[in-house]
């Protein structure tokens, strides 16, 4: 879930400052916003007037939001309903592009929206595509096989149930259709003792979520496209809410950042080349004052870095985390 509010119909985006001060050296050129959402970061950064932004979501919700942000910006504000793992395509017409930003999740819209069957709370049909997408949670749900859905339950949601809410979801399936409301009481059951953190079916749907949005093929395409569309001296910056995501984007700025010889994968004349200057090892996490304003961001953590060099070879990243890639790629054949 994102770590964005809606208070008093207003939206709080996470991180905001510290997200602000990262990039307003930078100031006075375009920026790449890849998880627009309301426009909270976009918003922030247009308010300075010699800044440009290019902002992308895949749910085509967010367009509403970025008509508004057009009508005010003009020429200094363009949309694309496109997944960021292709914003390689987008067509820059300057070259002074300063950063490219990612605030990963789902904005508590999405969440609201419970024909999106995002959350837990929804109702029927099962659902969860954030937009674009080429299937949905009901047909997973309804036709992959048991050892593929605890593969998913364990790796993407670190569900130590996995395999008997597997087990579950093929009997009851073969006497009727899961919706919503039969998943969270199959995970229930299953549970049966009731988790008073968070709600018992948090996990499977986030794995869930992960598999029908193929986030992780996602992720890892989109930094190493931002990689290669900024010129030396850009930032990326990556908020990220879950520990799997943020697991592959510190593994991305910190192996490409640090001099070393070891790995295999690396061709010989490339070992001790690095892509990043990374101003912190730890991330960057919410105030005392944010955690009170918002709970919801106590999960979020801020990563960024600079590229130093045009170099680009990241098979060390698709080879560390391939075994999350081969679960993307399952099958859902009974
Ligand atoms: C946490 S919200 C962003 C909130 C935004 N920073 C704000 O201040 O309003 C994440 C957004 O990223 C979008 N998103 C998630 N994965 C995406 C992807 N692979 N490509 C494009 N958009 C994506 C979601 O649809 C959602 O609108």
């Known amino acids: ?9 207003k939206h709080f985006p996470v991180l905001l400052k510290e997200f602000i001060s990262i990039i307003s050296p930078l100031y006075g050129g375009t920026f790449i916003d890849c998880t627009f959402g309301q426009g909270g970061y976009s918003k922030k950064i247009l308010e300075k007037k010699n800044n440009n932004v290019i902002a992308v979501d895949r749910d085509i919700a967010a367009y509403l ?7 005010k910006y003009k020429n200094r504000f363009h949309f694309q309903n496109i997944k960021f793992s292709e914003i390689n395509k987008i067509k820059l017409k300057t070259n002074d592009l300063k950063a490219v930003i990612f605030d ?14 995002l959350s837990f709370q929804s109702k029927g049909k099962l659902n969860m595509q954030m937009g674009l997408n080429s299937f949905s949670s009901h047909e997973v749900i309804a036709n992959m096989k048991e050892d593929n859905l605890n593969k998913i339950f364990k790796f993407f949601g670190d569900e130590r149930c996995a395999k008997r809410i597997a087990r579950k979801i093929i009997e009851v399936r073969k006497k009727k ?5 039969t998943l969270t009481k199959i995970v229930d059951e ?10 018992n079916s948090t996990k499977v749907f986030q794995a869930l979520r992960i598999f029908v949005n193929k986030e992780i093929s996602e992720l890892i395409d989109g930094l190493i496209n931002a990689y290669q ?8 910056t990556v908020v990220t809410f879950h520990s799997l995501e943020d697991k592959i984007v510190k593994f991305f700025f910190k192996n490409y950042s640090e001099t070393k010889n070891s790995s295999r994968y690396v061709p010989d004349k490339e070992k001790n080349v690095t892509y990043f200057k990374l101003h912190k090892k730890k991330p960057l ?18 990563r960024y870095a600079t590229k130093i060099r045009n170099h680009c070879n990241f098979d060390e990243l698709k080879k560390k985390f391939k075994y999350l890639l081969d679960i993307e790629n399952l099958e859902f054949t009974k």
């Not at 939001?65 to 009508?71: P, Q, R, T």
């Not at 259709?177 to 409301?181: C, F, M, Q, S, V």
């Open 104 to 117: 990963l999740g789902y904005s508590i819209n999405q969440i609201k929206d419970l024909s999106k069957g």
């Open 1 to 9: 879930m994102s770590a964005t509010i809606k208070l008093e119909n």
């Open 65 to 71: 939001y970025a008509k508004e942000l057009k009508h």
């Open 285 to 302: 996490t919410p105030s005392i004052e944010e955690l009170k304003l918002n709970p919801p961001s106590r999960s979020a953590k801020l």
């Open 177 to 181: 259709i899961i919706d919503t409301e």
């Open 190 to 199: 299953v549970k049966k003792f009731k988790n008073y953190k968070i709600n």
């Open 229 to 236: 569309i900024l010129p030396v001296g850009g930032i990326i």
